[in-house]
């Protein structure tokens, strides 16, 4: 289970960054540039069609999966993979400083 979230995980926040400086702003991608991407940025493919599910089209998804697999039950899984308290924040912070979200907790500069 570790494996799938840390995937999404990966997918929401380092994928999503990749593709829109790659190919554009777009709110879908086709899968060659979804692939093309992950294998660039050198991450496990394994749980792909999480990726397929979070930014490509419907055909390109339901193409994909295998066919035990329920759109409710992956989007429920990436939910509980993405929403996660204080350590996920920690690790997964939307600064790119190169920090990893950790901070001193200083204020900056107060007199």
Known sequence: MFGKNSAIRKYKYKLRPA????????????????????????FNKRHIQYAYLMYC???????????????????NTIAAATTFG??????????????GGFSDGGSGGGE
């Open 19 to 42: 593709l829109a400086k790659r190919y554009g702003g777009s709110p879908v991608y086709t899968q060659a540039q979804v692939d093309k991407t992950i294998d660039e940025l050198g």
């Open 57 to 75: 089209d419907e055909y390109t998804f339901t193409s994909n999966i295998s066919s035990n697999a329920n759109r409710e039950d992956m989007s």
């Open 86 to 99: 204080f350590i996920g924040s920690l690790f997964y912070s939307s600064g790119d400083d190169g920090s």
